[in-house]
């Protein structure tokens, strides 16, 4: 009989061609790529090497594409540089075969979106991709993480990668979340709790009731925090809410291979008695809605509570981070966050940009106005379709907000969507570092009811405290 295993071993067992020197080489299911590694195929095309198994590498058009002026296409982007990009993934798909779907596509949208949207992420895949967060995909019960572009140019040339196998790293999450609170106040209350650094060299499994409880749209903004955590991945176990999802969409097992796909993913679990090597436990229902005050993820409280004050920090080096990060925020210590004025508000991302985001935001929207500039940018096409044909987008510009089209917008600025230097931006993206929306900008993570509450008030607000809310 056979040692219990974790959900991360089984999918690494089921993707190991060779090791090696510690290392694995494990077989790629999906290579996912974005703007940035064009350095991967120029390199492929030095060498006269081709793609080995195009179908399963997909190209979007996410990072660099306009969020207004669509209808002009690569046309309407203004910066030469952020349009040559764009041009060349398309350029690069045409020439070696890889999916495309660029800025015209109907399904156009961020990677992290529309991959999972399609039905693509299945339980016990190995997915890899150019961007840290393609750890998203492990709410699937995926292995999913982001690779720099010489192992994408690995991955394109041979359908494998290699690979030093992380430590296993369990946090239950107990309990239930209070109304008010959602994925991304978790996320955020676990980085708190464990530290920026907290998940370095592990992949995370979430467990526990409140977890389980997590919708699969949640599921995913829970793991596309991850990384934020310093971890490599993070993985949710499959179960009834994962195989409800995938259902008929379109890459998902479809007809007698459906039964036989579910029967399979339902022994992608974690086995009773698998060791971890550390475990975290948190009671779900002690979690409130949060915000960040510095420049990194885990200088965050509730929403309801002060900025510390970094002498009370007994780590030197977390106090004079947090003093660094304080002075670069233009705060104090002992300021209440809910009296922090706000200039702007971005919901999307692709933390938080998928339709149930959106409605979160229009329920705390609905009959309000906008006190001061909010844009709202769907994380896909077909996200987008669906909340207009929910009228959502009628409630937010209703309220003054403007609805753009997808892209990751404001969450990296690379494509022109910027916060003025010294502004305060209440965003549902996942970083907020020093100069990440733009120089000089002043990020501080929300979710996306937080946002909406926050774009009414024109300050941090609880969303608790918001009718209708």
Known sequence: ?????????????????????????????????????FYAFDGLAREGRAVMRPAQTLGFADHYVPTVGRELGSAGIADPEARGMVERLQANAERTGIVHFGIS?????????????????????????????????????????????????????????????????RISVDGSLRPGVGAKDLALAIIVRIGMAGGSGAAIEYAGSAVRALPMEARMTLCNMTIEAGARAGLIAPDETTFAYLRGRPHAPQGAAWPEARA??????????????????????????????????????????????????????????AEHALAYMGLAPGTAMKDIAIDRVFIGSCTNARLDDLRDAARVVRGQQARIPAIVVPGSMTVKRAAE?????????????????????????????????????????????????????????????????????????DVREMAGA
Request: aromatic share 6%; with cysteine; proline share 6%.
């Open 264 to 321: 399979f993913w339902q022994t992608m679990s974690t086995d009773e008695g698998a060791s971890f090597e550390s475990e975290v436990v948190i009671d779900g229902s002690q979690v409130q809605p949060m915000v960040t005050w510095g420049t990194s993820q885990d200088e965050a409280c509730a929403v309801s509570d002060v900025i510390p004050d970094p002498c009370a920090m007994t780590d030197p080096a977390r106090r004079t981070r």
């Open 105 to 169: 596509h109907p399904q156009q949208g961020i990677m992290h979106v529309v991959f999972p949207e399609l039905g693509m992420a299945h339980p016990g895949m190995l997915i890899v991709g150019s961007d840290s967060h393609t750890c998203t995909n492990g709410a699937f019960g995926a292995l999913a993480f982001g690779v720099g572009a010489s192992q994408i140019k690995h991955v394109l040339a041979t359908q494998t990668l290699w690979f030093r196998q992380p430590r296993a790293l």
């Open 389 to 461: 044909a929910e009228g959502l987008h009628d409630v937010f510009r209703s309220a003054g907000f403007e609805w753009r089209e997808p892209g990751c917008s404001m969450c990296t600025g690379a494509n022109g969507d910027l916060v003025p230097a010294g502004e305060r931006c209440a965003s549902t993206s996942n970083r907020n570092m020093e100069g990440r929306q733009g120089k000089g900008s002043r990020t501080h993570l929300v979710s996306p009811a937080m946002a909406a509450a926050t774009a009414i008030t024109g300050r941090l607000a």
């Open 1 to 37: 009989m056979s040692a219990p295993r974790t959900m991360l071993q089984k999918v690494i067992d089921l993707h190991t061609v060779e090791q090696r020197a510690g290392e694995l080489l494990l077989y790629v299911d999906y290579n996912v790529v974005h703007e940035g590694p």
